[in-house]
């Protein structure tokens, strides 16, 4: 089962940031928090990940909690182009028997309107 | 560097015949993930290998269904004697030996049994 909470879906304009919040609060110390999307029915897209510190890629910037125990995925100017679920997974760093898989939960759907 | 490469992107098989998915992981990368993704749901983990070793089966089917990752070549994902219900798209992820860095997805294959 997937450790992280949701909301099913957001709705945001076109230009605007869009701000997508995950709770996971039994995250464990060595776990990381990844951020992955799939538009329509693309293969899953890696979008940005962290352990503690926010992070920022040409993609996206994520903002951890101090407490880890949520986050949220920034998008900065969105586009039609990122209308598509968004999944928050929490993984372990190290190899630890059936936990480096991926486990996706329902994700939010992102609708950016123009 | 290029990406994770599946093949065939579509498949389309009759009842009773055998299904063989390709992946091939990106350079460098010696852990493999297989993911189903039914129509109008989720993606569902399957099996993670490593090169000749399967690391976690707790998603595969019990019968029908198998997977290897050899040495040499792509990892491949075998469905037998395949029904109805095995129509889907089966994504494939690879990432680097431990850590935490990313996986990366391929664009799928997408099966269809008639």
């Known amino acids: 089962d997937a450790k992280t909470t949701q909301p099913p879906s957001m709705d945001c304009a076109e230009g605007r940031a869009a701000n997508l919040p995950c709770n996971h609060s039994t995250i464990s110390g060595n776990e990381y928090v990844y951020w992955y999307r799939q538009i329509h029915s693309q293969g899953p897209q890696y979008i940005i990940h962290g352990l503690k510190n926010n992070e920022t890629n040409e993609m996206a910037s994520l903002i951890i909690t101090e407490d880890r125990k949520s986050s949220t995925l920034i998008l900065p100017h969105a586009t039609l182009r990122d209308t598509a679920v968004y999944y928050c997974?929490?993984?372990?760093?190290?190899?630890?028997?059936?936990?480096?898989?991926?486990?996706f939960g329902q994700g939010t759907r992102l609708t950016i309107n123009p | 560097n290029a990406g994770v490469m599946q093949n065939p992107r579509h498949l389309v098989r009759r009842r009773g015949q055998e299904a063989r998915l390709r992946c091939s992981p990106m350079?460098?990368?010696?852990?493999v993930y297989w993911y189903r993704q039914l129509p109008e749901e989720g993606l569902k983990f399957m099996v993670y290998?490593?090169?000749?070793?399967?690391?976690?089966e707790s998603g595969m089917p019990k019968e029908r269904f198998s997977a290897e990752f050899p040495k040499e070549g792509p990892s491949i994902l075998r469905i037998q004697q395949v029904v109805r219900g095995d129509s889907a798209a089966y994504f494939c992820?690879?990432?680097?030996?431990?850590?935490?860095?990313?996986?990366?997805f391929g664009q799928g294959t997408r099966l269809t049994v008639v």
């Open positions: 997974i929490v993984r372990p760093s190290e190899l630890i028997q059936g936990a480096q898989k991926l486990v």
């Open positions: 350079k460098g990368h010696s852990h």
């Open positions: 992820a690879s990432s680097p030996q431990q850590g935490p860095q990313a996986a990366f």
């Open positions: 290998l490593q090169k000749e070793n399967i690391i976690d």
